[in-house]
């Protein structure tokens, strides 16, 4: 061997010694995503997953480009070109935000410096301050003096985490069988909570559903029912799941009556505020959040309602003590008897090497404050309640409920109905319209029919923008009502 593989790698590792290189490297890959930023007129190009993945395949990953100008060069056409872009205004699909500047910051320090958050050698300073953004949000959840918690890679890990926390309470004692232990949230919660219950081992009938009201937040009464049946049948209820934020409609259960009912049930309590943790810092809704201090954990997603980067979220608990639960040592890494004198963040965390996500969220508080970014999310909140004025005023519509946050649930209605159901017209029209890239919006179903769905995390976006996209969205569903065009087919 000549060497010449190492000779050749070594100019690209990031060291005291190539500071120049990084520097004019990461300049040009900025002033990339700031000229297709500046240049993006709508939110997505349109092409097709056959079309993009013959471009990717054809890609030679055994064959170096040499320099990183030349990568960005293929970049722009491979990612960069067609990229899905939540800064646009008319982005009104799911639940990405556009990011805050101090949080890109922190993005471009953590990866540089690579700490990882596991253990206290790993990361020193790193620790401390994703400790201290803990406590500050258990502070914000009033969630009392022995609280804690740790960052996630997401609402989703988070759920996990909790779930896994409240099987191991409810096992401790010895006593309960898993197979018999259940979960109970309501029909309108987020697929994690099932999917967590798969992952724990628990029982194929384990998650229990309860019906919603109108407004689509759990029935207490409802809820009553099924702590009462399970306790008649000895079925240990391990956690009652409360969404503070549901996905599909933004609403927010009950939580101070869900929070007395599982006080009376001895039942565990989690809140799934992922979505609605944007709260936390309104000066105008918080009180929508009342009851989430009694909960025993929560899952807050940073990247949802704070103007995050992903990922950034968190699980934390009202009583610290039971994140021994996630707890295990490792000579090499924790070793038993260091809990308490070193402060190592493995020992909370499903995770062992994890990124320094707690900088973005530390950096845009010491910019920005809490003041305004909750500000921000009052304003996406604020043009949800105007769009569902301009949704019911509009006969081409039908709107849902009335949402608590800021995503808005509707679906277009044939003049008439006879010609083609409104369901195909729907999903054709969202088809049409993200393949046009002009806007996108999302889709689910209501009772059993297809629907169509605004979810606004953009303070840039206005009634306008809102009005244009509900007009391109009519003009498809017309053209499909009127022509019968195939659901599959592009709008051209």
């Given amino acids: 061997m000549d060497g010449r593989p190492v000779d050749v790698a ?8 190539t500071l120049d290189g990084y520097r004019r490297t990461l300049a040009d890959g900025i002033d990339r995503v700031v000229s297709r930023i500046g240049r993006a007129d709508r939110p997505f190009t349109g092409i097709s997953a056959a079309a993009l993945a013959r471009e990717i395949a054809e890609v030679d990953l055994d064959r170096p480009l040499g320099e990183a100008a030349v990568a960005l060069d293929e970049l722009e056409d491979v990612y960069l ?7 646009h205004p008319r982005y009104l699909a799911h639940l990405n935000c556009p990011v805050v500047i101090p949080a890109l910051l922190g993005e471009a320090v953590l990866t ?37 918690g740790v960052f996630t890679s997401g609402g989703t890990q988070s759920n996990l985490h909790a779930l896994l926390l409240a099987r191991e309470e409810a096992l401790a004692g010895g006593r309960e069988k898993q197979h018999r232990l259940r979960v109970i949230t309501s029909e309108a919660a987020h697929f994690s ?13 384990a998650v229990i559903v309860v019906e919603t009201d109108a407004d689509r937040r759990m ?10 049946r399970c306790r008649r049948e000895n079925l240990p209820v391990m956690a009652v799941v ?34 609605g943790c944007g709260l936390l810092v309104s000066r105008t809704r918080r009180h929508l959040l009342d009851g989430v201090e009694r909960a025993d954990s929560v899952t807050v997603d940073f990247h949802k309602s704070f103007f995050q980067p992903v990922s950034s979220s968190a699980v934390l608990v009202r009583d610290r003590a039971v994140l021994r639960h996630a707890a295990y040592h490792a000579d090499y890494l924790n070793p038993a008897g260091t809990a308490g004198r070193i ?19 530390w950096l845009t508080l010491r910019v920005m404050g809490p003041d305004a970014i909750g500000a921000l999310f009052d304003e996406v909140v604020d043009l949800a309640a105007a769009t569902w004025v301009l949704l019911n005023e509009d006969p081409r519509f039908e709107v849902v409920t009335r949402a608590q ?85 592009s709008a051209g």
């Fill in 10 to 17: 070594k100019p690209h590792l990031f060291n005291e010694r």
């Fill in 81 to 87: 070109r067609d990229a899905v872009y939540f800064h």
């Fill in 112 to 148: 540089a410096v690579n700490s990882s958050l596991d253990t206290w050698d790993q990361s020193a300073g790193g620790t401390l301050i994703e400790r201290r953004l803990i406590d500050w949000t258990a502070g914000r959840l009033g969630l009392g003096p022995y609280a804690d």
């Fill in 193 to 205: 909570v099932r999917k967590s219950a798969k992952l724990l081992g628990l029982a194929p009938n």
């Fill in 219 to 228: 029935r207490p009464a409802a809820l009553a029912r099924e702590l009462d």
């Fill in 242 to 275: 409360a969404t503070a934020g549901t996905t599909d409609f933004g609403s927010i259960d009950p939580l101070p009556e869900i929070a007395r009912l599982c006080a009376g049930a001895g039942a565990w309590l989690h809140a799934d505020a992922a979505y």
């Fill in 343 to 361: 402060p190592n963040q493995v020992d909370k965390s499903l995770q062992t090497t994890r990124r320094f996500d707690a900088l973005k969220l």
């Fill in 405 to 489: 946050l800021s995503t808005v649930v509707f679906r277009y209605l044939p003049a008439d109905p006879g010609r083609a159901l409104a369901g195909e017209a729907n999903l054709y029209a969202r088809e049409a319209l993200a393949a046009s890239g002009a806007a996108m919006v999302a889709a689910t179903r209501v009772d059993g029919r297809h629907y169509l769905k605004f979810t606004l995390l953009n303070p840039e976006t206005t009634l306008d923008d809102i009005a244009h996209v509900l007009d391109l969205l009519a003009g498809h569903a017309e053209r499909y009502v009127n022509d019968r065009v195939p659901l599959g087919v």
